[in-house]
T-cell receptor, first 116, second 115 residues
């Protein structure tokens, strides 16, 4: 079965550069989530999209922005990168199916961003 | 307040034995879902099992079972017959109906299975 695809898998950038992370959700999934996981930490929710509209926002810095496109893929844009942005960035997707709270999220493999 | 609390930063278990990973949660919602994910050293997040707040029976998936005690707000993961490949980080997570678009994660438990 198709899974969530993230690209690139690894990214090395320097301070103050920009980075764009891409996520391709599971086909027919209508909701996309972005998470940031620092070393030794649990995933922190950044932002989510439902049917191409932003549906919720977590601890996403103002330097970051995200959007979901007509084909449901999503991009996380990160500008003025800082050393502290080095982390594993996960995208997850799910099918809403009427607000059932046990709709699981399927995670992508993550993009490991290193800022030097 | 922490939504999800995992009090065991690290645990050891002997191969072939059972192990219980603790998880307590905090919510005032009546409708919510509880999840466990496994994160091996390679980094991917693997869904293991879920429990809905209205489910009367404890969830089971192969060697994984969830010991759901609603009154105590606990959702412990039980892994039976541990295998070396079970060594990983395990995260408990929750979704509430009123904050549907957010998944709350615990801080994780690092499980090491000894041969």
């Amino acid at each position: 079965a198709a899974g969530v695809i993230q690209s690139p898998r690894h990214l090395i950038k320097e301070k103050r550069e920009t980075a764009t992370l891409k996520c391709y959700p599971i086909p027919r999934h209508d909701t996309v989530y972005w998470y940031q996981q620092g070393p030794g930490q649990d995933p922190q929710f950044l932002i989510s999209f439902y049917e191409k509209m932003q549906s919720d926002k977590g601890s996403i810095p103002d330097r970051f922005s995200a959007q979901q496109f007509s084909d449901y893929h999503s991009e996380l844009n990160m500008s003025s990168l800082e050393l502290g942005d080095s982390a594993l960035y996960f995208c997850a997707s799910s099918l809403r199916r009427g607000y059932r709270p046990y709709n699981e999220q399927f995670f992508g493999p993550g993009t490991r961003l290193t800022v030097l | 307040a922490q939504k999800i609390t995992q009090t065991q930063p690290g645990m050891f278990v002997q191969e072939k034995e059972a192990v219980t990973l603790d998880c307590t949660y905090d919510t005032s919602d009546q409708s919510y879902g509880l999840f466990w994910y496994k994160q091996p050293s390679s980094g991917e997040m693997i869904f293991l099992i879920y429990q809905g707040s209205y489910d009367e029976q404890n969830a089971t998936e192969g060697r994984y079972s969830l010991n759901f005690q609603k009154a105590r707000k606990s959702a412990n993961l039980v892994i039976s017959a541990s295998q070396l490949g079970d060594s990983a980080m395990y995260f408990c997570a929750m979704r509430e109906v009123r904050n549907f678009n957010k998944f709350y994660f615990g801080s994780g438990t690092k499980l090491n299975v000894k041969p």
